[in-house]
C-alpha cells in the first residue's frame, strides 16, 4: 500500500505542476491583460478582418474601427455585406472602410483582396471567417465539405502568406489573429471537418508566432467556446439531394450575433440549449484581441477551453466498443433530431422524406 500511495502521489504532483502553468497563463491572459491601443502599439492605420460584414467578425470590425483603425472588410458579396456597409460607415463617418464581396471557399479570391489592399500597408489581419456544417461527414457533399475546409483553413493561409510577406519585405510591425475553437480539443463527431480546421489554425498560429517574432510581427489565436449566432436562415441550401429548382450557395451565409431562431427550434437537442444558456457575446473575441495581441499566443477563451484538454484522456475509450457504442448510439440519435429540426424548418416533411435531407445545421462567424 505505501508504495502505492508513492506511485500515487507522484503522479498527482507531476499532473499539478503541468496543470498549474497553464492556468497561470489563462488567468494572466483574461484578467492580467488590460486593453491596448492597437493602432499605437503596431503603428498601424489598416486592418483587414474576414467574415467582417456579421457576428464576430462585425463585432471585430467594431472595436478596432473605435480605436481610430480603418478596415477592409472581406466578406460574402450579398445583402448581408450591403446593409452592413450602409451601417458602420454610419456608424463611424471618420473612418475609411473598403469593402471586398468575394467567396473564400474558391481558390480565386485572393487577386480581389491583394487588389482592393495594395496601396493600404495593411498591419493587422484578422483571419475570422468561418462556418460550420453539421451533419454525419459521408452524408454531407463533397463539395460542401470542401466549402467549409476551404473557407475555415485554406483561407486563412493564403491571406497569411500574402500579407505576412508584404509586412516582412517593408520591415512593418504587425499583428496576426485566429478565430479557433474549443472543438478542436476533442473528437467531435457530426462537425468534423470544422473541429479539424480549428485544430489545425490553432497549430498554424502557435507555429507562426515562434518564426516572426524576432521581426516585430504577433500572433494571436482565439479558442472560443461560443458565440451567439443565428443558423437558421440558409436551412433551405443544406442538402446535396435538393431540387433542381432550388438556389444553392456554395456554403451558408450569415449568422447575427444574437441569440435567436436556431436554439428557439432546435428541439431534443439538448446540448445545443446548453451551449445557448452559456455563449457569449462576440464582442467578447474582440475584446480579447486588444487585450491579448503580443502579451500571449493562444488565448482560451471561457472555461471550456479549460475543462475539453483535461478530457483528452478518454480518446483511448475508441479502442474499447463496449464504450465507443454509446458515443455512436447519441450520435446518430442527435442526428436524427437535428433532420427532424430541418424539415420543421423547411415545412414540408414528406418531400424531405423523399429526399433524404441529411446536412443539419450550419452556421458562420
Aim: proline share 4%; with cysteine.
Amino acid at each position: 500500500m505505501a508504495i502505492l500511495s508513492t506511485i500515487y502521489a507522484v503522479f498527482f504532483w507531476v499532473g499539478f505542476l503541468a496543470v498549474v502553468p497553464y492556468l497561470a497563463l489563462v488567468v494572466y491572459a483574461a484578467y492580467g491583460c488590460q486593453e491596448q491601443d492597437l493602432k499605437k502599439k503596431y503603428n498601424a492605420t489598416w486592418v483587414l478582418v474576414t467574415g467582417g460584414s456579421s457576428g464576430i467578425g462585425a463585432a471585430i470590425t467594431r472595436k478596432l474601427a473605435s480605436q481610430g483603425l480603418n478596415v477592409v472588410i472581406v466578406a460574402l458579396a450579398d445583402s448581408v455585406l450591403e446593409k452592413f456597409e450602409t451601417e458602420i460607415t454610419k456608424e463611424f463617418p471618420q473612418r475609411e472602410f473598403r469593402f471586398v464581396g468575394c467567396d473564400l471557399s474558391k481558390p480565386d479570391f485572393l487577386p480581389a483582396v491583394r487588389d482592393a489592399t495594395k496601396d493600404l500597408g495593411v498591419s493587422i489581419v484578422c483571419n475570422n471567417a468561418g462556418f460550420i456544417s453539421t451533419g454525419m461527414f459521408a452524408d454531407i457533399g463533397y463539395e460542401r465539405n470542401m466549402a467549409n475546409y476551404h473557407t475555415n483553413a485554406t483561407a486563412a493561409v493564403m491571406i497569411t502568406h500574402h500579407f505576412m510577406n508584404e509586412m516582412l519585405n517593408n520591415g512593418r510591425k504587425g499583428l496576426f489573429t485566429f478565430t479557433s475553437s474549443s472543438a478542436s480539443f476533442i473528437p467531435s463527431p457530426m462537425s468534423a471537418i470544422y473541429a479539424s480546421t480549428k485544430i489545425f489554425l490553432t497549430t498554424f498560429a502557435a507555429s507562426l508566432a515562434a518564426e516572426v517574432t524576432e521581426d516585430g510581427i504577433d500572433v494571436l489565436v482565439i479558442v472560443s467556446y461560443l458565440a451567439r449566432f443565428r443558423w437558421v436562415d440558409d436551412m433551405q441550401q443544406t442538402s446535396r439531394h435538393s431540387p433542381s429548382n432550388q438556389t444553392l450557395l456554395p456554403y451558408p451565409q450569415h449568422p447575427s450575433p444574437i441569440n435567436s431562431n436556431f436554439y428557439s427550434n432546435a428541439g431534443k437537442m439538448s446540448i445545443l440549449l446548453f451551449f445557448q444558456k452559456v455563449s457569449s457575446s462576440p464582442s467578447v473575441i474582440a475584446e480579447t484581441i486588444t487585450r491579448n495581441a503580443g502579451r500571449v499566443v493562444v488565448s482560451d477563451q471561457g472555461g471550456f477551453p479549460f475543462l475539453f484538454p483535461l478530457c483528452e484522456h478518454y480518446h483511448h475509450s475508441r479502442e474499447d466498443p463496449a464504450l465507443q457504442a454509446p458515443r455512436l448510439e447519441l450520435s446518430r440519435r442527435d442526428h436524427e433530431d437535428c433532420l427532424a429540426f430541418q424539415r420543421r424548418l423547411q415545412g414540408d416533411e414528406a418531400e424531405q422524406d423523399r429526399l433524404g435531407e441529411v446536412d443539419c445545421a450550419v452556421a458562420r462567424y
